[in-house]
């Protein structure tokens, strides 16, 4: 009996707390999910500098709440800002700057799409001001190499440009103005007997000739007026060159002899000139 009734207690126990546990999960409160967009992490990245994730996080916030209509004012706003700013660059010619922040905008574009009317501007504007940017940026980074004699980097520099852009035929006229300048020092040089110089600019411009007959444009000067220019140069050191070895002035002679080879590069004869003047550069110091 006493076994019996030690069930029965057992088992009352055991409803009394099934019962007790189903009263409290039915009368706790249920949690409340926000349905608040959140965009403190996407503006903290654009506080940041970070433009990029600032975008991604605006056009996730927008997918998530399309219907919210601080999502889209914000992120509006935000995409304005990056623009003005570039605007800003362009205006103070960081031209670097500007075309960074247009790019970031025509990359993401796609984006923007399903409310690309309410913004102030479009991919051809965007693509507009990135070759404006990039022409300024080449027009400076010419003129410095130009002003430096650093020819091959000016011809590569617009190579590049005018391979973004082959139908910009100011690209094209802008080079030949620079070419016709090359070839204006060039003829200076050789009038002012700096044959040095003016050999290493028609050795250049030959080189670069073919690749400018492509570009279809007037020339001043032909392969055979430059191979003729390069000719007079090569002559008149190599002349200068022996009559300072004729005198015992080596170390001058060489000098001037090297100074062929930095346009003509291949020329044995030379080679041969400078190797026997420093043999007998080293016999005299022994």
Not at 98 to 106: D, V
Not at 148 to 161: D, F, H, L, R
Request: with cysteine.
């Amino acid at each position: 009996m006493n076994s019996q009734l030690s069930k029965f207690g057992n088992y009352s126990l055991m409803l009394y707390f099934f019962f007790f546990l189903t009263y409290c999960s039915c009368s706790s409160p249920t949690k409340e999910v926000s349905t608040q967009p959140n965009l403190e992490i996407p503006r903290q990245h654009y506080s940041h500098g970070n433009l990029q994730k600032a975008i991604e996080g605006y056009s996730r916030a927008l997918e998530k709440y399309p219907d919210e209509p601080i999502v889209l004012e914000t992120y509006s706003q935000v995409l304005e800002e990056i623009k003005q700013s570039a605007d800003n660059a362009f205006q103070s010619e960081d031209f670097a700057l500007a075309e960074q922040r247009y790019s970031l905008l025509l990359r993401n574009f796609p984006r923007f799409q399903t409310f690309e009317r309410m913004l102030s501007f479009d991919p051809k504007y965007l693509g507009h001001r990135i070759k404006e940017c990039l022409i300024a940026r080449s027009q400076a980074q010419i003129q410095h190499t130009i002003n430096a004699g650093e020819y091959v980097n000016t011809i590569e520099v617009y190579k590049s440009v005018i391979k973004a852009y082959p139908e910009d035929i100011s690209l094209r006229k802008n080079l030949i103005e620079e070419v016709k300048e090359l070839h204006r020092r060039g003829e200076k040089a050789l009038e002012e007997e700096e044959y040095a110089a003016a050999g290493k600019l028609y050795a250049f411009l030959l080189n670069e000739n073919q690749w400018l007959i492509n570009l279809d444009m007037p020339l001043p000067f032909s392969s055979e007026s430059l191979g003729e220019g390069l000719k007079q140069c090569r002559i008149q050191l190599t002349r200068k060159g022996l009559e300072l070895y004729r005198k015992e002035k080596l170390k001058e002679a060489i000098s001037v002899w090297k100074s062929i080879l930095e346009f003509d590069p291949e020329n044995a004869e030379i080679r041969k000139a400078i190797g026997n003047a420093e043999e007998q550069l080293k016999k005299i110091k022994k």
